[in-house]
């Protein structure tokens, strides 16, 4: 085992992917030079180069479209956007043309393009700077989103996404960047679609994804000390996502909480408590309960941002509740 | 190629009346001499992204006959197997990455290719076809910049016709296109859109000159005899009906006359081209109807996780 941090572990993941595949580019705002606004494609420049790895305008709408067409035209172009926020002016570019380019042509095409970006509070980013819009694309057929909540599958799921034909948003927190965690000394290729058991328990489950996975598991130690043990279910991929992880958990345990960082109204966990309470219907004990922001914009204030994101003790209610 | 797409769209505009064909369908009859001027000038390894008012870019890029009709008409045999339609025609495989519902969003996706293609070092151009219209989009000018910036192979070709859907661009953009390339210090050139040899050395000369490495502006002044969509009462036109000496296919005609092209051989390529078109429309009658199911398992690849 090495000591490897979350931001590190992706750009280690870039540096493999371009060295295995000529075809792999690296581009986006501030990428190059400067080696990303949180470090993540530090040293890319210097061991690759300025034709696979560019700095571009502040032109969102035309980077995200630009790799759809790269991509079209046999590259497989890592497009970072600096915060999830600003993908608001790419999104002609993911959800009409990259997402509907390999069905709308009859599969002639596939679009192997990612895009990299992060989202999430906790460091006062104000409301233009810390939003969780993953499940604008989790809704649009075509897309695939992929969220890692540990530094190994940092690594593992973004290869799989660069090797993937199809385009995924690839979504990082930025609360854990620099969060320092042991992993294996080789690093695996992650299968998009599959999840992880991040802790074993026989009361109740809990489906996370990203930071929230280990806010989870810091309720799940929390409950252990009353004796109550929490299955908690690390998704990494929302779109697919793993109905059959979650199920087959759900079995075991008769009780599910979702969490995430996101607005809890019409969010990712809304559609898995939906499909639940369809499929998983007879194993429910108590009614499915999700963990989620409240439907506000993101706070700037300090007090204000910790009340709004999700902590382990709103975890340890919902886990209560379901157990009552 | 100019004779083609008029028959094929005259040929769809029927088909389009007698309720054969589907949906929207935008026409570009009176602009041919631009999609055959601009397909003259382009090799198989280069790439088109196109507009909405796609099928002469399409048919010049040399697209097949029968799956483009089978395409229109909802087949499964359609080169996009009936999920796209007219304004979504593609064949990847001769470099047309389609047609496009999204007024400008052709422009990025070119300047994309044109990025695949310097980095791949595979000497092709990508072109970017585009209407007056799209001259508002914040892409068009975003995609100068970076084209500029990164000297990209790409030709920029702005179709004008002056209209805007159903608004005059008069009204709607005050600058222009030439002096928009300058702002970004891209070669620009106007030409007479309805004047197929004019184009055609223009765009000769501008293709060789983006594939040496650079993006150049190619604005055909053209015109948009039909409506900006088939079945349009165009109630916001009043601009006269188009001048007759102005038609780019009648125009290219009299020159081949001019060069002492008989009027038997005028007609024998007539005649032919007809024939394909018959039998391209006789091959999509008969063809499969669109695939749901089909349909359904291409949302993503095969064999990735979904």
């Known amino acids: 085992m090495t000591e490897m941090r979350f931001g590190k572990a992706l750009g280690q993941a870039l540096e493999d992917a371009m060295a295995a595949d000529d075809s792999v580019m690296v581009f986006g705002e501030d990428v190059a030079a400067a080696g990303g606004p949180f470090g993540v494609t530090r040293g890319l420049l210097?061991?690759?180069?300025?034709?696979?790895?560019?700095?571009?305008?502040?032109?969102?709408?035309?980077?995200?479209?630009?790799?759809?067409?790269?991509?079209?035209?046999?590259?497989?172009?890592?497009?970072e956007i600096m915060f999830m926020d600003f993908i608001t002016l790419g999104m002609d570019g993911l959800v009409n043309q990259a997402a509907k380019a390999r069905f709308m042509f009859g599969a002639q095409s596939s679009v192997p393009m990612v895009l990299r970006t992060p989202h999430g509070g906790g460091l006062s980013a104000g409301p233009q700077h810390s939003q969780c819009l993953e499940a604008w694309f989790a809704h649009v057929p075509g897309l695939k989103v992929v969220c890692p909540a540990t530094a190994a599958d940092a690594y593992g799921l973004l290869r799989a996404a660069i090797n993937d034909p199809d385009p995924v948003i690839f979504v990082e927190n930025k609360s854990i960047y620099a969060r320092k965690e042991q992993v294996p000394d080789v690093l695996e290729i992650v299968p998009i679609g599959q999840a992880r058991t991040a802790r074993e328990g026989r009361d109740a489950t809990i489906v996370a994804y990203g930071a929230m996975v280990q806010t989870s598991l810091e309720a799940a130690n929390t409950l252990s000390e009353d004796g109550i043990e929490t299955e908690v279910i690390d998704l990494r991929s929302i779109q697919p996502w793993d109905e059959?992880?979650?199920?087959?958990s759900l079995s075991r345990t008769h009780r599910l909480v979702i969490v995430h960082e996101a607005v809890e109204a019409f969010g990712v966990g809304a559609e898995i408590a939906a499909r639940m309470a369809d499929i998983g219907f007879d194993e429910l004990d108590a009614p499915i309960v999700r963990v989620g922001a409240p439907f506000m914009p993101v706070p700037f204030a300090k007090p204000m941002e910790d009340r709004y994101r999700p902590d382990s003790n709103r975890i340890v209610d919902a886990v209560r509740r379901v157990l009552a | 190629m100019m004779l083609l797409v008029r028959r094929v769209e005259e040929r769809l505009s029927s088909l389009?009346?007698?309720?054969?064909?589907?949906?929207?369908?935008?026409?570009?009859?009176?602009?041919?001499?631009?999609?055959?001027?601009?397909?003259?000038?382009?090799?198989?390894?280069?790439?088109?992204?196109?507009?909405?008012?796609?099928?002469?870019?399409?048919?010049?890029?040399?697209?097949?006959l029968d799956s483009f009709f089978m395409e229109i008409m909802g087949r499964d045999t359609g080169m996009c197997r009936g999920r796209g339609g007219s304004m979504h025609v593609a064949d990847m495989s001769v470099g047309m990455l389609g047609a496009n519902g999204i007024v400008g969003a052709g422009i990025p996706l070119a300047v994309g290719s044109a990025l695949a293609h310097q980095t791949r070092g595979n000497g092709a151009v990508a072109v970017a076809f585009f209407g007056d219209g799209a001259l508002a989009e914040g892409v068009l000018h975003?995609?100068?910049?970076?084209?500029?910036l990164w000297k990209l192979p790409v030709l920029f070709v702005c179709e004008n016709n002056g209209w805007s859907e159903f608004s005059p661009t008069s009204r709607q953009f005050v600058a222009n296109v030439r002096d928009l390339?300058?702002?970004?210090?891209?070669e620009s050139e106007q030409v007479d859109g309805n004047d197929g040899e004019a184009v055609a050395l223009a765009a000769a000369a501008h293709v060789e000159a983006a594939r040496a490495g650079g993006p150049r502006v190619l604005e055909c002044i053209t015109r948009r005899v039909r409506g900006h969509y088939e079945g349009d009462p165009q109630k916001y036109r009043d601009d006269g009906d188009a001048d007759?000496?102005?038609?780019?296919?009648?125009?290219?005609?009299?020159?081949?006359?001019?060069?002492?092209?008989?009027?038997?051989?005028?007609?024998?390529?007539?005649?032919?081209?007809?024939?394909?078109?018959?039998?391209?429309?006789?091959?999509?009658?008969?063809?499969?109807?669109?695939?749901?199911?089909?349909?359904?398992?291409?949302?993503?690849?095969?064999?990735?996780?979904?």
Do not use: C, W
Not at chain 2, 19 to 32: D, N, T
Not at chain 2, 181 to 186: K, S, T, Y
Not at chain 2, 260 to 289: C, F, G, H, W, Y
């Open chain 1, 46 to 79: 210097e061991k690759f180069g300025p034709v696979r790895v560019r700095d571009t305008p502040i032109s969102e709408a035309t980077l995200v479209s630009a790799a759809v067409g790269a991509a079209m035209s046999g590259l497989r172009p890592v497009v």
């Open chain 1, 244 to 248: 059959k992880a979650v199920l087959d």
């Open chain 2, 16 to 64: 389009f009346s007698d309720g054969e064909v589907p949906g929207f369908i935008h026409l570009s009859i009176g602009q041919e001499a631009v999609a055959a001027g601009v397909g003259s000038a382009l090799e198989q390894k280069d790439t088109v992204a196109s507009t909405h008012r796609g099928h002469g870019h399409a048919l010049a890029k040399g697209i097949e």
């Open chain 2, 142 to 148: 975003e995609s100068f910049n970076l084209a500029a």
């Open chain 2, 181 to 186: 390339a300058g702002a970004f210090g891209i």
């Open chain 2, 244 to 306: 007759p000496q102005s038609d780019p296919l009648a125009r290219s005609i009299a020159r081949l006359r001019a060069a002492k092209v008989s009027d038997t051989d005028i007609q024998s390529i007539e005649t032919d081209l007809m024939s394909e078109i018959d039998a391209a429309l006789s091959a999509a009658r008969a063809a499969p109807p669109a695939d749901f199911r089909a349909a359904r398992a291409d949302v993503y690849s095969p064999g990735s996780a979904a």
